[in-house]
């Protein structure tokens, strides 16, 4: 995709090679359903086309059509199938069915539900993962044409930049509840911000996950074994976030947890005077 992009470029004769990234908040911002679409913004009005990159054929369009916001399908067009990173991950750690539990084993679906018991920590640590990926086979499109041969190297952080935070806590622990929450509240609206628990309270989960939710607007995440062991967390609370091409992983010592905590909420006390 990137030298189909490259070849584009330098066909328009774009002095400047513009920044070509994946943003999957894009996507659903725009119903972006099917691809090629092109989506221009101006002023108070967005413009929507599908089946084409002729950049000037669009503009013609919203010239000819200004009272136009979505245009015809111009050419043939391919439903999106790829998940991103960010869809990836939410599915991995939030995969039971909440819903169907609730219906079919309302009081007993917390007492056998899989959950971590990570200890604190008493040192800070950082260390960095690499997502690059290696292609065992050669994956061709519908027709044919080649898309990554055997043996070739990937890494989707390098591709497609992400603004993804992980967080997370064990919300057993109140010092660590409170620390996420701040953690929460300072990075919110920074891209994509998760916030995952380790466990809950097996006697009453459904009204314990209520009540995070609501602390954390709405969203609520479940660790699962594959998050722990992809990113070698071995304490609580750990932030993942992306750095360059790495994800960073994070583990804050308990003591800096408190002190953190302690300097935020003196800070808000006397903003608040």
């Known amino acids: 995709m990137q030298v189909v992009l490259r070849d584009y470029i ?5 002095k400047k090679e513009p920044l070509v990234t994946l943003d999957p908040e894009s996507f659903t911002q725009y119903s972006v359903k099917e691809v090629p679409t092109m989506v221009y913004r101006k002023d108070d009005k967005t413009y929507k086309i599908s089946g084409s990159i002729n950049i000037k054929y669009f503009m013609k369009q919203i010239e000819e059509n200004p009272e136009k916001t979505t245009f015809p399908v111009s050419a043939q067009t391919f439903p999106i199938k790829e998940k991103s990173i960010v869809q990836e991950l939410e599915e ?4 039971y069915d909440w ?23 008493d040192e800070n640590k950082i260390w960095y993962i690499d997502p690059t990926i290696q292609v065992n086979q050669d994956i061709r499109d519908n027709q044919g044409n080649l898309i990554a041969a055997a043996g070739q190297k990937g890494n989707p952080l390098a591709q497609f930049p992400q603004k993804l935070t992980m967080i997370v806590f064990d919300p057993m622990n ?28 097996r006697d009453d989960g459904w009204k314990h996950l209520e009540e995070l939710r609501g602390q954390f607007y709405g969203q609520m995440y479940k660790i699962n074994p594959e998050i722990i062991s992809r990113f070698l ?4 609370p750990t932030i993942i976030s992306v750095e360059g091409t790495y994800f960073k992983v994070q583990q804050f010592a308990q003591a800096d947890v408190r002190e953190y905590t302690r300097i935020n909420q003196q800070s808000e006390k006397e903003a608040a005077q």
């Open 174 to 201: 109140s010092e660590q509840l409170t620390w996420a929450k701040i953690q929460f509240r300072h990075r919110f609206g920074e891209g994509k911000v998760m916030p995952i628990f380790t466990r809950i309270k």
């Open 92 to 95: 991995r750690s939030n995969k």
């Open 99 to 121: 819903e169907a539990a609730k219906k079919n084993a309302i009081k007993s679906t917390w007492q056998n539900q899989w959950m971590a018991s990570l200890p604190v920590s």
């Open 10 to 14: 330098s066909k328009a004769k774009i």
């Open 233 to 236: 967390i071995k304490s609580t």
